[in-house]
Structures are given as structure tokens and as C-alpha cells.
């Protein structure tokens, strides 16, 4: 892995690291903040899968649609189709929670199913990362 393509890698996951933080401390906190833990999985989910991307010197588009970014990494690792329930479930966090004319936010598990998704995901980018040869 080139040592810039690494370094951007790196930055992507540390983001996607955040956004797993801020979605935990949303739905522990008092209140639960469920939209907004639900939102954060999905964008350290897509963080996630970007730094992948980069990693491997792949062109970023300009995307929220985990689907689109799995069949990106897909690519590259077959194995990454395994998300591609997980990248369905979580791709309407983007949006649907964060406006008016739809629910206020999910139930407290559905939110906790994202952050475990989304956990799944990025501790998989993360050991592909440590094991280059693997992906």
C-alpha cells in the first residue's frame, strides 16, 4: 500500500472511529438520542468503506449510498458482498431521521442493531488494513 494511499486510508477510518463514538454516546445518553445514533452508524459505515477504497487507490465518489460503496469495495474483495444486507439496512440513516415528513427517530434497538452493524464494518476495514495481503 503506497504511503499516501495509507495515510488517507487512516483518516477515513479514524473519522469513521468518531462517528462510532458520537452514535454510543447517543443512544446511552439521557435522553437517547436513537436518530442521531442511527445517522453516525451510517456515517462511520460509509467513512468506513471509503477508507477501504482509498487504501486501495480507488476513486472516492462523491456518495452516501452504502450499497453503491460496497459493490465499490466488492471490487476489490469479493468478501465485501457480505455487507450488502448491512449496507441496505443503514443506508436510509442518512436521510430519514434528519427531516421533517418522516419519524422522528427508530426504536431504541433498531439504533443499537445500526451501531452493531456499523461496528462490523469498521473493525473489518480496520483488519484489512492491518493485513493488506488479505484484501
Known sequence: MQPEARREADEWLQRADRDLIIAAR????????????????????????????????????????????????????????????????LNPYATVFRYPGGPLEPSRDEAQRAIQLAREIVDRVREQLRNPEDG
Open 26 to 89: 447517543a443512544i446511552d445518553g439521557v435522553p437517547a438520542l436513537a436518530d442521531q445514533a442511527a445517522y453516525h452508524a451510517q456515517q462511520a459505515t460509509e467513512k468506513a468503506l471509503k477508507s477501504f477504497l482509498a487504501a486501495h487507490n480507488r476513486p472516492l465518489q462523491k456518495t452516501h449510498n452504502l450499497e453503491r460503496l460496497v459493490a465499490q469495495c466488492r471490487g476489490v474483495d469479493p468478501t465485501f458482498g457480505d455487507f450488502l444486507a448491512s449496507a441496505r439496512t
